[in-house]
């Protein structure tokens, strides 16, 4: 079966990290852009950070400086480095791939103040 598996969310205070994981199984993983999008209670889903296959980065303006995006193609994973976390960074995290098109199931990320 095709999927996707997020894991590594949790509840952390203002200024601690997180690193996020996505294992993706039964795709050509080094051929998909991948992507990890939020969603806040009641706001609508967004961008936080691509890769290309050929690991070209983008993020959204609200994480520059603070979030990395990587994969390690060898393990079908893609990582995503949260630092300096903020209250409003609190969402529920999902993982994309493009080629087919799927995303995870979420994990919950919540930063106290």
């Known amino acids: 079966q095709v999927q996707l598996v997020e894991s590594g969310g949790g509840l952390v205070q203002a200024g601690e990290s997180l690193r996020l994981s996505c294992a993706a199984s039964?795709?050509?993983?080094?051929?998909?852009?991948m992507a990890w999008y939020r969603q806040a209670p009641g706001k609508q889903r967004e961008l936080v950070a691509e890769?290309?296959?050929?690991?070209?980065?983008d993020y959204a303006d609200s994480v520059k400086g603070r979030f990395t995006i990587s994969r390690e193609n060898a393990k079908n994973t893609v990582y995503l480095q949260m630092n300096n976390l903020k209250p409003e960074d609190t969402a529920v995290y999902y993982c994309?791939?493009?080629?087919?098109?799927?995303w995870g199931q979420g994990t919950q990320v919540t930063v106290s103040s």
């Open positions: 994309k791939s493009s080629r087919p098109v799927l």
């Open positions: 039964r795709i050509i993983f080094s051929f998909n852009t």
């Open positions: 890769i290309t296959p050929g690991g070209g980065t």
